[in-house]
């Protein structure tokens, strides 16, 4: 994760879901964080590595659990079955929207 480019202070101090689109839309991070390939849902590939290299570049608070709660707050939803499974969706969350 030394790759990482920096994150610009707009988007550290931008609403959640601006964060989170950042964060599905950077190159270095596909590999912790991604869209699913139909871009209606996303997933957290590696929760470890999303707590310790992606969190701190984008929010003050290092906390997955706080993390869980913001995404609930907002409305996405886990899909529990399927091909999706553990994925978040909200239908006005997609990529390229």
Request: hydrophobic share 40%; proline share 7%.
């Amino acid at each position: 994760m030394d790759d990482l480019q920096p994150i610009p202070l707009s988007v550290r101090s931008a609403k959640f879901t601006t964060k989170l689109e950042a964060m599905l839309s950077n190159p270095f991070t596909s590999d912790i964080i991604a869209w699913m390939p139909h871009g209606k849902s996303w997933k957290i590939i590696d929760p470890i590595l999303f707590y310790r290299e992606v969190m701190p570049e984008y929010f003050e608070y290092c906390n997955y659990t706080s993390f869980n709660r913001l995404v609930n707050a907002w409305g996405f939803q886990m899909i529990k079955n399927g091909p999706d499974r553990n994925c978040y969706y909200h239908k006005f969350f997609c990529r390229d929207m």
